[in-house]
């Protein structure tokens, strides 16, 4: 699956994942390789981005995540 972690000013992160878990207004929820597709508002917190060699979180301010045919993309109102 792809990444993109996008804010105002910049491109936070872009790259192949294996997961990534979300703060989702309604409780954090992750996403799997194969997800049905999804909009979704996200709260303060933290992305929990897993790779094959690696685990990275970004902290974000709010923001919509949309998954579609495998590519995620979280436009962040800004991160921590």
């Given at each position: 699956?792809?990444?993109?972690i996008?804010?105002?000013?910049?491109?936070?992160?872009?790259?192949?994942?294996?997961?990534?878990?979300?703060?989702?207004?309604?409780?954090?929820?992750?996403?799997?390789?194969?997800?049905?597709?999804?909009?979704?508002?996200?709260?303060?917190?933290?992305?929990?981005?897993?790779?094959?060699?690696?685990?990275?979180?970004?902290?974000?301010?709010?923001?919509?995540?949309?998954?579609?045919?495998?590519?995620?993309?979280?436009?962040a109102?800004?991160?921590?």
């Open positions: 699956m792809t990444l993109e996008l804010t105002p000013d910049k491109k936070v992160f872009e790259g192949e994942v294996t997961s990534v878990t979300v703060p989702g207004t309604m409780g954090s929820f992750q996403i799997l390789r194969d997800h049905a597709p999804i909009i979704s508002t996200l709260e303060d917190g933290p992305v929990i981005i897993k790779t094959k060699e690696s685990e990275e979180t970004f902290v974000i301010k709010g923001g919509v995540v949309e998954v579609l045919k495998n590519k995620i993309i979280v436009l109102e800004g991160i921590v």
